[in-house]
């Protein structure tokens, strides 16, 4: 299709030309450039270090100047910037005046150059160095557990670094908490290089290799050992008329195996149960053992001799005996019956309970050799006491006698003697 009109390219690029400067001269007007120094401090990263050697403190921050539309000053921060510099030809030592390079993130930054312009590196040869790797153990396992020996591997590390720091580094340490711990640790930990004074050494071109090692700390349980009573456990009720005297238990004490927690709070062993129902004689029985929950006998399946012993339970009685008088001569009687005299007497309950007493199976005596008639207070004489049994007391200690004369025979009347019938 052709156009109605012919088109001057000539003159339409340059249309197009002016336009352009027209908008930045008119752009400058309003947002005029300018140059300053940045308020902020921009770190400065040496970049292709030869190998062999490492810088042991990284060049002073520096200020920058920037050129840019004043309108983006505002935004600017030390993270718009990259500043390096370039160690590609440097030696071990000091090396000055390095030219500093600086890149801005920002794309509205027309010019920006380091204030200094120039750093100082000081280099070091890197030197390896081995070291042996100790491991520190934190804090106490619980009572009645014990850590062993830590097993590390490897057991010597090779830190690489400058010479100056290298040279400094005594030994590797790995810190492995235990506190509370109650079962085996195997775990990989991270080495901290330590100098002579137990200062760790701290820098971003000190390296380990390798950077972490394998720790093992076996902890146990510690057994422990408690001698301790046996308490026999009875039950039941001997034979009636019989006490249970204390039981006989050898040996009397055993010994426990357990953990220290356990082992604390146990201060006796119990026997099984002892069955001592109806018992009326000595009885020597081997009872099983029952250790308290935690702990076990040293002696597995150990048990006790425990000798039983019962007693007679002793009682006392209390019968009413009537007096017996011995001496009493042919011309004086009893002018009364005599007070009965209670006897007391003991005895074990087992006998007593199967004897009827009878006041005839005591002799109570009381003596009147030589007594008119009269009134006498006699003292009681007792004589005889059942078999088995013991005489506690008896009351009173003297009963009153009274005596009296014996009334005369009175002389037979002879019958009358009978009349003859008259006439005989």
């Known amino acids: 299709m052709r156009l109605p009109f012919k088109v001057d390219v000539g003159r339409a690029v340059f249309a197009v030309a002016l336009a352009v400067l027209l908008y930045f001269v008119a752009l400058n007007e309003t947002n005029p450039e300018g140059r300053q120094q ?11 270090v030869p190998s062999g050697l490492v810088y042991t403190t990284p060049p002073a921050a520096v200020h920058l100047l ?7 000053f505002f935004r600017l921060r030390a993270d718009s910037f990259t500043a390096q510099v370039d160690a590609s030809g440097t030696v071990a030592g000091d090396n000055t005046n390095l030219p ?7 794309p509205d930054v027309r ?5 200094p312009g120039t750093a100082t590196l000081h280099l070091e040869e890197v030197r390896p160095q081995p070291l042996p790797v100790r491991v520190n153990l934190i804090g106490q396992v619980p009572q009645g557990y014990q850590p062993g020996t830590a097993v590390v591997d490897p057991s010597v590390i090779t830190v690489t670094g400058a010479t100056s720091l290298v040279g400094r580094a005594t030994e590797a340490v790995v810190d492995v908490n235990i506190d509370r711990v109650t079962v085996p640790i195997n775990g990989v930990y991270t080495p901290r290089i330590i100098d002579d004074r137990g200062n760790e050494l701290k820098d971003p071109n000190l ?48 010994t426990l195996v357990g953990d220290q927690a356990a082992l604390q709070s146990a201060s006796f062993v119990d026997t099984a149960p002892i069955d001592i129902n109806g018992i009326s004689t000595t009885t020597v029985r081997s009872i099983a053992l029952a250790p ?5 006998l040293l002696q597995q399946g150990q048990n006790v001799s425990v ?5 007679t339970l002793s009682v006392n009685q209390t019968v009413r005996v009537p007096p017996t008088v011995i001496n009493l001569s042919g011309a004086v009687q009893l002018a009364r019956p005599l007070d009965l005299v209670s006897v007391t007497i003991t005895g074990p309950a087992p006998a007593l309970s199967s004897l009827t007493l009878n006041p005839n199976d005591f002799k109570a005596i009381l003596d009147v050799s030589g007594k008119g008639p ?27 006698v009274d005596l009296i004369q014996v009334p005369p025979t009175p002389t037979p009347v002879p019958p009358p003697t009978p009349l003859a019938p008259p006439g005989g």
């Open 66 to 72: 920037v050129r840019a539309p004043n309108s983006v």
């Open 100 to 106: 500093i390079s600086v890149n801005s993130t920002d």
């Open 307 to 311: 000798t039983i012993r019962v007693t």
């Open 374 to 400: 009269g009134r006498y207070l006699l003292d009681v004489k007792l004589q005889q006491v059942p078999s088995g049994l013991t005489l506690d007391d008896f009351s009173p200690k003297q009963v009153q």
């Open 111 to 115: 010019q920006v150059d380091a204030d």
């Open 292 to 296: 308290p929950v935690g702990t076990l």
């Open 38 to 48: 940045t308020f902020f401090l921009v770190p400065v990263q040496p970049v292709n």
């Open 207 to 254: 390296r380990a290799l390798p950077p972490s090692v394998t720790v093992q700390v076996n902890i146990t349980q510690q057994t422990q050992y408690k001698a301790v009573g046996v308490r026999p456990l009875a039950q039941g009720q001997p034979a009636a008329g019989y006490v249970l005297q204390p039981l006989e238990v050898n040996p009397p004490t055993v």
